[in-house]
């Protein structure tokens, strides 16, 4: 049975959004466009985790989660467009479990929900696992490590979800489009070379580790994460 997922959110672009990736990711999602609306279905459905926007209509994501709470231990994760560290400590207070700041990415909030999830209540995620290994290697999503020859590499988050995507299917081709649509996202309207950027700098970390995989150039297609059998 898939995990259900309420969504509270007034920005009606925002929650399609939303709705339209965590569907994609397995999750059954419900919508509410305020936050009286968002507590009734609340009550009605009893979601597995809630997606709460801060400034909305007849009630606020604060007064939502209060109720919720008085009522039920659901897992609660915050949406607002304020980063103030005062806003993520009254989140907390009212009984939220995580905080996410607008502008976000979708791969964040997916991760932050599958993490609230497993804290909570140990709930499976619908999606892959989100650490592999490898000789030499771990890519861990969860933590957002990546482990090279037994030592952690700082990289940036882009980098780790390229290398993630392509390593979750060995010696799978993929093109520079389908990477671009996968990992930055349909909203992503930059130039393609970003791609070949990230591979270089991932190569710079990886180069010479194991000789039983290393990322790929397939000329004229993409790149691959290609894997010795």
């Given at each position: ?62 007064g939502v989660c209060k109720a919720i709470r008085a009522e039920a231990q659901t897992p609660i994760i915050m949406l607002t467009a ?148």
């Open positions: 049975m898939a995990i259900s997922v309420l969504v509270v959110e007034d920005d009606r672009n925002i929650a399609g959004l939303l709705q339209m990736y965590l569907e994609k990711e397995g999750y059954a999602v419900t919508i509410a466009y305020d936050g009286g609306e968002g507590l009734t279905k609340y009550r009605a459905i009893q979601p597995d985790l809630v997606l709460l926007d801060v400034m909305m209509p007849v009630m606020d994501g604060w304020k980063g103030e560290t005062d806003d993520k400590v009254s989140g907390l207070k009212v009984g939220a479990d995580d905080y996410i700041t607008k502008p976000f990415e979708m791969r964040e909030v997916l991760a932050r929900i599958e993490a609230v999830l497993r804290r909570s209540s140990g709930t499976a995620s619908p999606s892959k696992a989100r650490r592999i290994s490898f000789d030499k290697l771990t890519i861990d999503m969860d933590a957002f490590e990546l482990t090279v020859d037994g030592k952690k590499v700082d990289t940036p988050p882009k980098e780790m979800e390229l290398l993630f995507y392509l390593a979750s299917s060995p010696n799978r081709v993929y093109t520079r489009n389908q990477l671009l649509d996968e990992v930055w996202g349909f909203d992503y309207f930059g130039d393609s070379r970003t791609v070949d950027v990230h591979v270089k700098r991932l190569r710079e970390k990886l180069e010479g580790v194991s000789e039983s995989w290393s990322l790929k150039t397939v000329w004229g297609v993409g790149y691959k994460f290609e894997v010795v059998q």
